[in-house]
Nanobody
Framework: QVQLVESGGGLVQAGGSLRLSCAAS????????MGWYRQAPGKQRELVAV???????NYLDSVKGRFTVSRDNAKNTVYLQMNSLKPEDTAVYYC?????????WGKGTLVTVSS
């Protein structure tokens, strides 16, 4: 089993910054990718950012230039640095990790951006 523990969510004013962390533990043999999704009220879950084993990254267009995804392989941890936050970034953010073809999800952390 694989456990994902997220941290770093909270309330921030527009223009502010937050850093999310997600630490993976358990039966970790080969991580193919680590990333973040988000789901706002009444909306579908969407991919925000992902980083692959070769450090290639992909971002949702609306967060490019503002968010940065990174990983610490030694700690099996993925980070999401979020700058210049906007009210439309308000959502529950979920960590997602792919291991040997299986996707694992964190429980989510709430990010609220006030205007």
């Amino acid at each position: 089993q694989v456990q994902l523990v997220e941290s770093g969510g909270g309330l921030v004013q527009a223009g502010g910054s937050l850093r999310l962390s997600c630490a993976a533990s358990g039966s970790i043999f080969s991580i193919s990718h680590m990333g973040w999704y988000r789901q706002a009220p009444g909306k579908q879950r969407e991919l925000v950012a992902v980083i692959f084993s070769g450090d290639r990254t992909n971002y949702l267009d609306s967060v490019k230039g503002r968010f940065t995804v990174s990983r610490d392989n030694a700690k099996n941890t993925v980070y999401l640095q979020m700058n210049s936050l906007k009210p439309e970034d308000t959502a529950v953010y979920y960590c997602n990790v792919g291991i040997l073809g299986v996707l694992y999800w964190g429980k989510g952390t709430l990010v609220t951006v006030s205007s």
